[in-house]
């Protein structure tokens, strides 16, 4: 069975704090996916990556960065967390194969920054 | 550039009856267009895909979906609700230039009455 695993379904950070969101995909993927979700707005991509150590901006990049060390995990970290980045964070992965589509997403992380 | 709008962000029918959550798509050139279903406290599964191969999709569980070139619409459909069709539903584009980047939808909400 296909699997997409984030590290944590739910945290609670200060302002400030350094926050760490790891995902791990068993699917062998080319491509992976940092969304966040907010009621009304649907998925932003903040960003992605189409191979390892590669990664560029998605729509809303301002204040989080990521790491792609190895081809199964993609890690989403906010420097320094603000309370405008309470949300849910969902992770997604897909093959590099254009307009195929189909992304597998992880349970997602909800975020609250206190 | 491309984008989705979902008209209506909650939908309320009942059980038994039709279901029909609305999607227009932006795009400058033929797109690929998908839905993607989130139960609650999940992640998102694709219900359904258009990639210019047939007009009518049809998906998991029963839904279905038509690409209408001239409304610019992929409405989804579902002749008969069940209990456990209440979901977040999300309409999306692929974006054409690189890979499978998707723009969301902001989702609508079906709600199914007993």
């Known amino acids: 069975d296909v699997k997409v695993t984030q590290s944590s379904r739910y945290l609670v950070k200060r302002t400030g704090e350094k926050v760490f969101l790891e995902c791990v995909q068993d699917m062998d993927h080319e491509n992976m996916f940092w969304y966040r979700q907010d009621p009304g707005l649907g998925l932003r991509l903040i960003y992605f990556s189409y191979d390892v150590k590669m990664k560029e901006k998605g729509d809303i990049p301002e204040g989080y960065s990521v790491s792609r060390e190895k081809k199964e995990r993609f890690s989403l970290i906010l420097e320094s967390a603000s309370t405008n980045q309470t949300s849910m964070y969902l992770c997604?992965?897909?093959?590099?194969?254009?307009?195929?589509?189909?992304?597998?997403f992880g349970e997602g992380s909800r975020l609250t920054v206190l | 550039a491309q984008s989705v709008t979902q008209l209506g962000s909650h939908v309320s029918v009942s059980e038994g009856a039709l279901v029909l959550l609305r999607c227009n798509y932006s795009?400058?050139?033929?797109?690929?267009l998908f839905w993607y279903v989130q139960y609650p406290n999940q992640g998102l599964q694709l219900l359904l895909k258009?990639?210019?191969?047939?007009?009518l999709v049809k998906g998991i569980n029963g839904f279905e979906a038509e690409f209408k070139k001239s409304e610019t619409s992929f409405h989804l459909t579902k002749p008969s609700a069940h209990m456990s069709d209440a979901a977040e539903y999300f309409c999306?584009?692929?974006?054409?230039?690189?890979?499978?980047?998707?723009?969301f939808g902001a989702g609508t909400i079906l709600r199914v009455k007993s």
């Open positions: 795009s400058s050139v033929p797109p690929y």
């Open positions: 999306a584009v692929s974006r054409m230039e690189y890979g499978n980047k998707l723009v």
């Open positions: 997604a992965s897909g093959t590099g194969t254009p307009g195929s589509g189909e992304l597998f």
């Open positions: 258009y990639t210019s191969a047939a007009t």
